[in-house]
């Protein structure tokens, strides 16, 4: 199973790249992580560029996007939201309309950040506008706090429990694009959240 990896961040030393390393190492087996770099390498979105054909970088990232089965995104938070590449490519993945890059296609969603509430905003507004784009988005948070100090050098996550989290969120999204679960399911479980509503870690 291939699991394409967004990461929301383009500095060369991404905590949430790290992030989507650690959690690459975290799948079952059988499934891969394959980070893309797309993101960076994307236009504005421009319905001026919805031409045939469209830009070479846009159609590589609809190509990624549809050949996989699964997606992980990681995403800092930037002014209480997701970052401007990350809100770009989930842009150009809603289209083509009536038959988006990532229409259906399951989604996860996990972030790092220096503060104390571990870009669990960005998180939130990322499974709202994959969710509105038509994606079974899972209803898992993994807000890293602390981030600088939260990774060993291997990468892996310091705290044993944040770790099991991660754990937890990267099976849910193998057993849904799998078909093992369903949302209503994974919705059940206790750690559950709502797309668009208040981080549980924050409303906390």
Same mark, same amino acid.
């Given at each position: 199973m291939k699991i394409l990896g967004l990461c929301g961040?383009?500095?060369?030393?991404?905590?949430?790249?790290?992030?989507?390393?650690?959690?690459?190492?975290?799948? #079952?087996?059988? +499934?891969?992580?394959d980070i893309t770099t797309h993101v960076g390498d994307l236009p504005l979105f421009d319905e001026d560029l919805e031409v045939d054909p469209l830009p070479d970088a846009v159609q590589a990232f609809h190509a990624a996007v549809r050949e996989a089965d699964a997606l992980l995104v990681a995403s800092p938070e930037y002014n209480?939201?997701?970052?401007?590449?990350?809100?770009?490519?989930l842009d150009w993945a809603s289209r083509p309309g009536g038959d988006p890059a990532l229409g259906d296609k399951p989604v996860a969603v996990i972030g790092a950040s220096p503060s104390r509430f571990g870009a669990?905003?960005?998180?939130?507004?990322?499974?709202?506008? =994959?969710?509105? /784009?038509?994606?079974?988005?899972v209803p898992l948070e993994l807000p890293?706090?602390?981030?600088?100090? +939260?990774?060993?050098?291997g990468p892996a996550l310091?705290? #044993?429990?944040? =770790?099991?989290?991660?754990?937890?969120?990267? +099976?849910?999204?193998?057993?849904? !694009? %799998?078909?093992?679960?369903?949302?209503?399911t994974?919705?059940?479980?206790? %750690?559950?959240?709502?797309? +668009? =509503?208040?981080? #549980?870690? /924050?409303? !906390?």
């Open positions: 961040s383009l500095r060369s030393d991404s905590l949430n790249r790290r992030l989507l390393e650690v959690a690459g190492r975290s799948l #079952p087996g059988g +499934a891969e992580l209480g939201s997701l970052t401007g590449p990350l809100k770009n490519a669990a905003w960005a998180q939130a507004e990322t499974r709202r506008i =994959a969710a509105r /784009i038509g994606a079974q988005v890293v706090t602390e981030a600088p100090d +939260a990774f060993t050098d310091r705290d #044993p429990e944040l =770790a099991e989290r991660l754990e937890r969120l990267v +099976a849910a999204l193998v057993d849904l !694009a %799998d078909g093992r679960t369903d949302l209503d994974l919705a059940d479980h206790d %750690d559950a959240v709502e797309g +668009a =509503a208040t981080p #549980p870690s /924050i409303a !906390a």
